[in-house]
C-alpha cells in the first residue's frame, strides 16, 4: 500500500486530495502535515501539525517514509510580507525535495500555478510546458511561484532517482479550495479593465483532486499543464458565477487598486490585473496524454460550485 | 396607409422566400434597379454618389434581412463552440454576426465585391494567402465575409493579427470574438490542427501600408506561413485581391511620425491627414476577389532557407499572375 504525505492537508485542496485517495479502490495510507489541524478528519488520515519552515518537519518525512509526497504548503495570498512568501515559497520546497531524496521518497508532486506564464498581450492562446515564465516581467510579486516551479523542475536532472511532477493547474473553482480567481470573482462587484475581455480556463477542485492523484497512480514525471473543461471570457465567468463586472478604464482602475492593497482592502496587488486584460490560456495535452485525465465537471457546473 | 401596409406585407413576404431559399447570394431587390450611374467624376463626386447610395438602401428592412440570412448561414459552420456560445479561440457567433452586418454592407453595396472560385476552399484545414494593402485591413473583413456568405458551406476565416493588436481596448475584443488571433505560430498551429481556415497576409505591414506607386506589386513575404503549412501538412489557397490597393492612394509613409506617436506606420493619402478622421473612410472602389486552386507542397516545416523560399515564391507567382489577370480584365477601378 502506498504511504502518501501531503503538505497543506488541512487546506481546502489537500483535504479534497486526502478524501479522493482514500475513496481508491487500490488503497492508500494518508498522512498529512500542515500548520494547522484538521478537524473532523476522515479515521484513514493521521495528521502532524509541522511548519513547513520548522526543524519538526524533517522529522514527519523521517519517521513516516512516505512513498510519495504532494506538495500543496505555499503561499498564494498577498496579505503575507514578501519575505514570507518566498520563505515558504521557495526555501521550503527546496527543502522538502532535499529531504525527500535523503529519506527514499520515489515521487513528488508540487503544486504550481498557471499564473506563473503570465498574462502578457503577445500570449498565444493554449501555451504548453515549454514556454517560458514570464510572470515576472509585468507581476514581480509572483516572481516566487515562479521561482519554487523552476526549482522544482530543476531537480528533474539534479536527482534523477526522484520523479518530480509539478503541475500548473488553471483557474481552480470550487466550495472548499480558497483560490485567488474564486476570491476575485466572489466579490460582489468584480473590478475589471474597460474594452477588455480575455478567455480564462477554469477547473473544477475536485477534478484537480483527480488530476493530483492520476498523477500519483501513473507515476508521472515532468512538468505539466492541467486544464478544465474549456474557456469562456472573463465576463462570463463573472456573470455565471453570480456577481457583476464593475468595468473601470485603465487609468482609474490601476491607481484605484494600487490604494486599496495598500490598505488592506483588496487582495491582489494592481499587478494583479494583467489577467483580466489578457490571455493566461494553457495546453493541456501532454497531462492528458500521459494520465488519460478527462474533467468530470462541466463549465456550468464549475461555476455553480463557487455560488454552492 | 393600405397601400404602405401592403407593400410591407409584401417584403416580409419576399423575406421570408428569400430566407427559405437555400442559396442566398443577394438581398431580394427592394425597388427598380437604380438609373445607370454617370460617367466616373472625380473622386470627390464618386464618393458622394456612393454615399448616397449607401444611405437609400441602409433601412431597418436591409439591415434586418441581412441579420436573418447571416444567422441562417452561420448556424452551418462547421466551427464548434462550447455551451457559452464560444470556441477555445475566443470567437463568438452573435458577436461574429452583429459585426459582420457592418461588413456585409460594405460587401455588397460599398466595394460591390464580385468573388470567383470561393469553391476553391477546401473542407478541413486551410491556409488562405493573400494580398494585402489598403491603409486599413478591409480586405481581410471582405475576404472572411466572403467565405461566410458564399461558400457552401460557410467557413469562418481565422485571422492572423498583429502582436499589439491586444492592447488596443474595445478593438482586442472585437478582434477576438470575430474569429481571430495573434499571430503566434502556435495559435496558427492550433488552429489548423483544429481544422480551420486560417488566413494570412505574409506581405504584412509592407503590403498593408505600400505607397500608391508600388500597386498590386507584391512585397517581401514571410516564410513562416509555408513553414506552418509544410508541419502541419495544410493545403494553401491563393486569394488575389484587386481593387484594395486603390482604396486609399498613399503618397507616402511618415516613418518618423508614425515612430513619434507609437503606430506601425502614419501613411499620407489624398484625403488622410487632410479630412480628419473621415479621411481614413476608403474610396468606393470595386472589389474583386479570386480564390485560386489549392497549392500542396511536400516537405518538412524545418527545411533549410533557400528550400522554403522556393515554395514561398511559387505562391508569389500565382498570386502576382491572378492579380496581374484580374487587372487586365476588369472594367474599371470604380465598377
Known amino acids: ?308 | 396607409m393600405v397601400a404602405r401596409v401592403q407593400s410591407l406585407d409584401a417584403r416580409r413576404k419576399a423575406r421570408q422566400h428569400a430566407a427559405e431559399r437555400p442559396r442566398v447570394h443577394s438581398v431580394p431587390p427592394l425597388r427598380p434597379a437604380p438609373p445607370p450611374p454617370p460617367a466616373p467624376g472625380t473622386p470627390g463626386e464618386l464618393l458622394a454618389e456612393a454615399a448616397r447610395q449607401l444611405w437609400r438602401r441602409i433601412n431597418p428592412d436591409v439591415i434586418g434581412a441581412i441579420n436573418d440570412e447571416l444567422a441562417g448561414r452561420l448556424r452551418r459552420i462547421p466551427t464548434r463552440l462550447n455551451e457559452y456560445g464560444y470556441d477555445p479561440w475566443g470567437f463568438n457567433v452573435d458577436v461574429a454576426r452583429r459585426a459582420m452586418i457592418v461588413t456585409t454592407l460594405l460587401y455588397r453595396h460599398y466595394f460591390r465585391v464580385e468573388t470567383h472560385g470561393v469553391e476553391n476552399l477546401p473542407d478541413g484545414r486551410v491556409l488562405v494567402i493573400s494580398n494585402h494593402a489598403g491603409q486599413i485591413a478591409l480586405d481581410a473583413a471582405m475576404i472572411g465575409t466572403a467565405a461566410v456568405l458564399e461558400r457552401e458551406p460557410p467557413r469562418i476565416l481565422r485571422g492572423m493579427g498583429e502582436y499589439w493588436l491586444p492592447t488596443v481596448p474595445f478593438l482586442n475584443v472585437l478582434v477576438s470574438r470575430t474569429g481571430s488571433v495573434v499571430g503566434t505560430p502556435k495559435n496558427c498551429t492550433d488552429l489548423l490542427r483544429n481544422e480551420e481556415a486560417v488566413i494570412a497576409f505574409p506581405e504584412g505591414i509592407r503590403g498593408m501600408n505600400k505607397l500608391f506607386s508600388e500597386r498590386y506589386r507584391l512585397q517581401r513575404f514571410g516564410s513562416g506561413f509555408m513553414r506552418l503549412a509544410l508541419a502541419t501538412k495544410t493545403p494553401i489557397v491563393p486569394v488575389a485581391v484587386v481593387g484594395s490597393e486603390e482604396q486609399a492612394p498613399a503618397i507616402a509613409n511618415l516613418t518618423g511620425v508614425a515612430r513619434l506617436l507609437g503606430l506601425p506606420a502614419f501613411p499620407i493619402t489624398l484625403t488622410w491627414p487632410l479630412l480628419g478622421p473621415l479621411g481614413l473612410l476608403p474610396l468606393p472602389v470595386k472589389y474583386r476577389i479570386t480564390f485560386g486552386k489549392p497549392m500542396r507542397f511536400e516537405g518538412g516545416g524545418d527545411d533549410e532557407d533557400a528550400v522554403i523560399a522556393k515554395k514561398v515564391g511559387r505562391v508569389v507567382e500565382t498570386i502576382q499572375a491572378m492579380l496581374d489577370k484580374g487587372l487586365r480584365e476588369r472594367p474599371g477601378i470604380f465598377f
Open chain 1, 1 to 308: 500500500m502506498k504511504k502518501v504525505l501531503i503538505t497543506g492537508i488541512a487546506g481546502g485542496q489537500g483535504q479534497l486530495v486526502a478524501r479522493t485517495l482514500l475513496r481508491r479502490q487500490r488503497g492508500y495510507q494518508v498522512v498529512g502535515v500542515d500548520r494547522t489541524a484538521w478537524e473532523g478528519r476522515p479515521r484513514g488520515v493521521t495528521m502532524t501539525v509541522a511548519d513547513l519552515r520548522k526543524r519538526k518537519f524533517e522529522d514527519v518525512i523521517r519517521r513516516e517514509r512516505p512513498d510519495v509526497i504532494v506538495h500543496l504548503a505555499s503561499v498564494r495570498h498577498f496579505k503575507a510580507h514578501p519575505a514570507v512568501r518566498h520563505e515558504v515559497n521557495v526555501n521550503g520546497t527546496k527543502r522538502l525535495l532535499d529531504f525527500a531524496c535523503s529519506h527514499g521518497v520515489k515521487h513528488v508532486i508540487v503544486l504550481s500555478s498557471s499564473y506563473v506564464y503570465g498574462a502578457l498581450p503577445e500570449n498565444p492562446y493554449y501555451m504548453d510546458e515549454s514556454f517560458p515564465l514570464n510572470s515576472s516581467r509585468t507581476y514581480p510579486e509572483m516572481r516566487d511561484l515562479a521561482e519554487m516551479d523552476m526549482l522544482a523542475t530543476a531537480y528533474l536532472w539534479r536527482s534523477p532517482d526522484i520523479a518530480v511532477s509539478v503541475l500548473r493547474p488553471v483557474n481552480v473553482l470550487g466550495y472548499h479550495v480558497h483560490s485567488a480567481i474564486g476570491r476575485y470573482l466572489k466579490n460582489e462587484r468584480v473590478p475589471t479593465v474597460m474594452g477588455f475581455n480575455p478567455m480564462l480556463q477554469f477547473i473544477h477542485e475536485d477534478d484537480l483532486a483527480e488530476a493530483i492523484v492520476l498523477a500519483i497512480e501513473n507515476h508521472t514525471r515532468g512538468v505539466f499543464n492541467v486544464v478544465g473543461p474549456g474557456a469562456v471570457p472573463l465576463h462570463v465567468a463573472i456573470r455565471e458565477t453570480g456577481s457583476a463586472a464593475l468595468a473601470l478604464p485603465e487609468f482609474a482602475v490601476r491607481p484605484a487598486i494600487q490604494q486599496l492593497f495598500r490598505w488592506g482592502l483588496y487582495p491582489f496587488p494592481p499587478r494583479a490585473i494583467d489577467f483580466a486584460k489578457y490571455q493566461c490560456t494553457l495546453d493541456g495535452t501532454r497531462f492528458r496524454e500521459a494520465t488519460g485525465f478527462t474533467p468530470r465537471f462541466s463549465l456550468a457546473e464549475t461555476f455553480a460550485a463557487v455560488r454552492a
